[in-house]
Nanobody, 112 residues
Framework: QVQLVESGGDLVQPGGSLRLSCSVPRFWLEMYDIRWYRRTPGKEREWVATVRIGSDATAYADSVKGRFIISRDIGKSTVYLQMNKVTPDDTGVYYC?????WGQGTQVTVSA
């Protein structure tokens, strides 16, 4: 049974913005760090960002630092990934992860 559900993937132009959402069981938000990963064409799945339980501290891969923002809304049981100033290198399938569980992914395509 899939517990994590991503949404929000779309076709976006270079330089544009997109917000991804990950629906998470509410109690998981209080138990686990939540991470976004992506699988881009020709590459292994790579870590993108983390939001930590308790402190809400965040961490980012160098490739997205300063452009992407991860956040969580406990009331809505959702973790977001705000993607700004996207480039074609951001094209890929984006996955949400909590502990050992993964969502099915949402496709982001950056193209003119």
């Amino acid at each position: 049974q899939v517990q994590l559900v991503e949404s929000g993937g779309d076709l976006v132009q270079p330089g544009g913005s997109l917000r991804l959402s990950c629906s998470v069981p509410r109690f998981w938000l209080e138990m686990y760090d939540i991470r976004w990963y992506r699988r881009t064409p020709g590459k292994e799945r790579e870590w993108v960002a983390t939001v930590r339980i308790g402190s809400d501290a965040t961490a980012y891969a160098d490739s997205v630092k300063g452009r992407f923002i991860i956040s969580r809304d406990i009331g809505k049981s959702t973790v977001y990934l705000q993607m700004n100033k996207v480039t074609p290198d951001d094209t890929g399938v984006y996955y949400c992860n909590a502990f050992a569980d993964w969502g099915q992914g949402t496709q982001v395509t950056v193209s003119a």
